[in-house]
């Protein structure tokens, strides 16, 4: 959430802003909440002041019953009397006019980071770096969906009977291999000092709002029918609403937390959920990371996070690119982001497998988390990573790891992990 004190000093970079992110309809916004911040802040004025003429005449009514003047005294008792009714009308509209303003300040963009490209959407996101070299064997690479049927480590046509398109029963050892990816990753985070958790799977609607814009919301959240809860997206959505309402000891930042979970996604007008495959689905399971900590750290956590990532598939024999997120392809509480993309040899293109983002004081505001530091109280700074997204890491280890008969040979780093085993093998 934008700070409103940005707005009142400087509108004109809130709507520079704006235009950065090539949404244009929002500009009117700035000028809307400027006039009724200044409504807001008159009320306040009037309130105050009632306030202080209210404790100013109860200070009188003690003096005149002191100097026995009865006459005096009640008379002020009954001017006394018809203040907190003024007060309550006033603080009535005032808070009003602040859920107004709260409500325009959530959908007004966060401000992005000086370095993020300009661009109207992701065909404008720029490459950063590659890592590891892409190859393309020279015998046919098996689709993903194919090559996990024939290795008998998917049921598509069954979940689509139970549960519809974009679902699937995940068998064998491809479900070793998906728990194996994911317990590689939760100890190379715990290794990084990060904290592990297994947060709630729920999340209320005041959470939901704190952590994502309303877009975001509509377009991916699945709403429990009766229930003021959400199935969670990603586990950052709980780990950071951990913190909701929280003023935290500045000398104890940063707060640094993995969690896995399932994650549910509606995965609105998204093209290819009808597809068979893993690439987009409405349920599976991620590791993502958090950390909350100092505003002046923040950038160099984002970097960190990003390299920890990179590291990860650079020891999965994946190669990769960071791919820096263009203005226009960063979601409204976004600073700065970057996605982390996988080779695809049998398509001869990188796709995303994860993304880092620095999302600043944003989430800090809309969640009131504070810390406090040497008698100075500020709003935190929050930043998500994703550590592994099971599914597409499956699609890169199906494809960069597959021989030519079709087995697939297990990298060095998860064989602990599956029984010392070093291929999966095609099966009759």
Known sequence: MIDIILIREDPKKVKENIKKKFQEEKIDLVDEVTELDSKWRKLKYDEDKL?????????????????????????????????????????????????????????????????VPIGKDEKENVEVERIGEPKVPDYEIFNHAELA??????????????????????????????SALINFAKDYTIKEGFEFMIPPFMIRSEVVDGVMSFKEKDNMMYKIEGEDLYLIGTSEHSLIGMFAGKNLNGKNLPY???????????EVGAHGIEEKGFYRVHQFEKQE???????????????????????IFRKLEIPVRKLECCSGDLADLKAKSADIEAWSPRQKKYFEVGSCSNLTDAQARRLDIHAEKNGKKYFVHTLNNTVIASPRALIALLENHQQKDGSINIPKVLQPYMGNQKKIEMRG
């Not at 598509?156 to 064998?172: E, H, I, P, Q, V």
């Not at 640094?256 to 509606?266: D, E």
């Not at 900590?293 to 990532?309: G, H, I, N």
């Open 51 to 115: 306030r202080s003429e209210r404790n100013k005449i109860s200070k009188d009514i003690s003096k005149k019953i002191k100097e026995k003047n009865k006459k005096e005294a009640e008379k002020l008792k009954v001017k006394a009397k018809k203040i907190p009714l003024k007060i309550d009308k006033i603080e009535d509209k005032r808070k009003k006019l602040e859920w107004k303003i709260k409500e325009i300040l959530m959908r007004i963009p966060n401000i992005i980071h000086d370095s």
């Open 149 to 178: 049927e024939k290795l008998h480590g998917v049921d598509f046509d069954t979940a689509r009977k139970t549960s519809g398109n974009g679902f699937y029963y995940l068998m064998g050892d491809l479900s070793r291999l998906h």
């Open 256 to 266: 640094k937390i993995t969690g896995i979970s399932p994650c549910f996604r509606k």
């Open 289 to 311: 990371m958090i950390v909350v900590c100092d505003p002046k750290e923040s950038y160099k956590w984002y970097e960190k996070m990003l390299d920890f990532t990179v590291d």
